[in-house]
């Protein structure tokens, strides 16, 4: 429990610092984590017996990342082009293999990167929402502080007082008191931040925290029922105490394209 603890405050104040350092940090810092989080997938369906594209998956992975949050500080499109070349690679690269299921190589090589890198993509772009190239850290540090609350909450409440399960054929420990309870404090969480980030007013923070604990939980589900298809119990050991990389933002990887389409529409 100590050492869960450690990893978790020295994992929260690293997570902190990269929306506090500025733009490069931040953006750089993502591109990281989302190559890590890419590379732990594939680490992990290979336990399952597949062989995905794994450097010319995380090669795409880095560019794709690259090109998208390049264009947050300027006009970059025009190079995405290159990406449905760089693509066409992975399936090239079964050509040359001997694989009993070869496209079942290619086909989680794309999941890897729409499950682990494409999710960052929205997460990033949080911080540009407004439209003006103005980096902004206030939504995906607000992001985080409603996905911890949530996560906190559940956790809190469902031990306490959970006795109905959520969702016992995937997650056996979630309860229906505990996701309520999650729902109810990142909402409080919300009401704070907006109290501070006055970007958006207290509804539109409220319903980004209502997306994050229903899409966050959901994120949660579905990467426990991927790591049950595989028969495996943590995505990965790099945080002593917590899992893998994939433990930890599974919450963000469904939330955070759902939250930035919402701030989107709101914003234009």
């Given at each position: ?29 993502y ?59 992975i ?6 293999k ?18 682990a ?21 206030h ?10 609350s ?14 109905n399960?959520l ?18 404090i ?10 501070f ?22 994120g ?25 990389l994939?433990d ?21």
């Amino acid at each position: 429990m100590k050492q869960r603890a450690i990893t978790g405050l020295f994992f929260i104040i690293v997570m902190i610092g990269s929306n506090l350092l500025g733009p490069y940090v931040f953006s750089v810092f993502y591109l990281l984590l989302s190559l890590f989080c890419l590379l732990e997938f594939y680490k992990l369906v290979k336990q399952g017996g597949i062989q995905p594209e794994r450097f010319t998956g995380a090669l795409a992975g880095v560019i794709m990342f690259f090109f998208f949050a390049a264009n947050c500080y300027f006009p970059a499109y025009k190079y995405i082009i290159l990406l449905p070349i760089l693509f066409s690679f992975i399936p090239i690269g079964e050509l040359y293999k001997k694989s009993a299921a070869p496209f079942t190589n290619i086909g989680f090589t794309y999941l890897g990167l729409l499950m682990a890198v494409v999710p960052f993509l929205f997460f990033h772009a949080m911080a540009f929402t407004r439209g003006d190239g103005v980096f902004n850290f206030h939504i995906p540090l607000g992001f985080l502080i409603m996905l911890w609350s949530n996560d906190t909450g559940a956790y809190l409440v469902g031990s306490k007082f959970g006795r109905n399960k959520l969702f016992e054929r995937h997650s056996p420990k979630k309860s229906w008191e505990g996701f309520i309870g999650g729902i109810l404090i990142c909402a409080f969480a919300a009401y704070i931040l907006s109290r501070f980030y006055t970007e958006y007013n207290c509804f539109d923070w409220i319903i980004m925290s209502l997306i994050i604990s229903n899409f966050g939980t959901m994120g949660d589900l579905v990467e426990s029922m991927f790591k049950r298809s595989l028969n495996v119990k943590d995505s990965g050991g790099i945080l002593p105490g917590h899992g893998g990389l994939l433990d930890r933002f599974d919450g963000l990887l469904m939330a955070a394209p759902i939250v930035y389409a919402y701030l989107y529409l709101i914003s234009n």
